[in-house]
């Protein structure tokens, strides 16, 4: 698996969420909604979920083991703080 694009949504308000992230898998398939989340430890990823009917958030798609899940939120991260040097108008 490779990760053949990023694309980062800065986020210009306050708070913990600082951005809103899409990343494509071997050109063929896109996992929209991963957040950069401001945690207590630095910045982490958050993968796209959805609150379900007792209140608690599911994961819709995250990796399988630790080791993805490192090479994605490493390649995220890596995305954002590239994002931060740039001028693009934030969301």
Same mark, same amino acid.
């Given at each position: 698996?490779?990760?053949?694009?990023?694309?980062?949504?800065?986020?210009?308000?306050? +708070?913990?969420?600082? #951005?809103?992230? !899409?990343?494509?898998?071997? *050109?063929?398939?896109?996992?929209?909604?991963?957040?950069? $989340?401001?945690?207590?430890? +630095?910045?982490?990823? #958050?993968?796209? !979920?959805?609150?379900?009917? *007792?209140?608690?958030?599911?994961?819709?798609?995250?990796? $399988?083991?630790?080791?993805?899940?490192?090479?994605?939120?490493?390649?995220?991260?890596?995305?954002?703080?590239?994002?931060?040097?740039?001028?693009?108008?934030?969301?």
């Amino acid at each position: 698996m490779n990760i053949t694009d990023v694309h980062v949504r800065k986020i210009s308000h306050e +708070g913990k969420m600082k #951005a809103v992230v !899409s990343i494509t898998l071997d *050109d063929v398939f896109v996992v929209h909604d991963i957040k950069v $989340i401001d945690g207590e430890k +630095g910045l982490f990823i #958050a993968m796209p !979920s959805k609150k379900t009917a *007792d209140g608690e958030y599911r994961d819709i798609a995250h990796p $399988i083991n630790s080791a993805t899940r490192q090479i994605i939120q490493t390649t995220i991260l890596r995305a954002y703080e590239d994002a931060l040097s740039t001028e693009e108008p934030e969301v």
